[in-house]
């Protein structure tokens, strides 16, 4: 009964391919997002959604486009992968929005050959 | 512009010390803030967080003390145990609807026997 699901956890892909990243939260929680995580483990937000609507958009490439089907789904898609993508891609779930304790998923490795 | 600065990056502390860590910030709009616990390929998760409404918190081993007229806030680690061994995060961030989190650079902790 995992809170916060990713899929995969791993993902090895060529340049200029195009991937997708699943996320699921059980907790009833109605705002979610995503962080990347870098290299030297700096973590920074992407996006965030409540109740499907989008509030945070970060200064991301408009490579990643993030899609929330329900308020318990948020999915994150990245076409034409590039080396700079390789990361750690987190997804969090919390209770409202703003100063609220967030709950992160084990993360999605990406690896860009 | 990295609005909250962490230190150390790493910290060496023998089984049963303090650990000390400590973040300073400069947006004063900011009203939460959280420590993050990660272990190695796991996701953050919640450690203790203070509102600075209040100096002090403390859960079991774990103390926040905020100073919020210097902007600083630090986590206290009372008898470390080997367990302890992760790395940290403080974080923080306003309370309005599109507030995000913001996350220091992470310390090492290892503690050794």
């Known amino acids: 009964d995992t809170a916060v699901s990713q899929t995969p956890k791993y993902l090895v892909t060529q340049m200029g391919n195009d991937k997708s990243i699943k996320c699921e939260q059980n907790?009833?929680?109605?705002?979610m997002y995503w962080y990347k995580q870098d290299s030297k483990k700096f973590l920074k937000i992407m996006f965030s959604?409540?109740?499907?609507?989008?509030?945070i958009n970060e200064t991301v490439p408009n490579r990643f486009s993030p899609k929330s089907p329900d308020k318990a789904h948020l999915n994150l898609h990245i076409n034409s992968l590039e080396l700079g993508d390789s990361a750690v891609y987190f997804c969090a779930s919390s209770t409202g929005t703003g100063g609220q304790p967030q709950h992160f998923g084990d993360g999605t490795r990406l690896s860009i050959l | 512009q990295q609005q909250v600065k962490q230190s150390p990056q790493s910290l060496i502390v023998q089984k049963g010390g303090i650990s000390i860590i400590n973040c300073a910030y400069e947006?004063?709009?900011?009203?939460?803030f959280p420590w993050y616990q990660q272990f190695p390929g796991k996701g953050p998760a919640l450690l203790i967080a203070i509102r600075p409404d209040v100096s002090e918190k403390k859960e079991g081993r774990f103390t926040i003390s905020f100073n919020k007229s210097a902007k600083q806030f630090s986590l206290h680690i009372m008898d470390s145990q080997p367990g302890d061994s992760a790395t940290y995060f403080c974080a923080a961030s306003g309370s309005g609807t599109a507030s995000k989190l913001t996350f220091g650079t992470g310390t090492r902790l290892q503690v050794t026997l």
């Open positions: 959604y409540n109740n499907k609507e989008l509030i």
């Open positions: 947006n004063t709009a900011f009203d939460y």
């Open positions: 907790l009833g929680h109605d705002t």
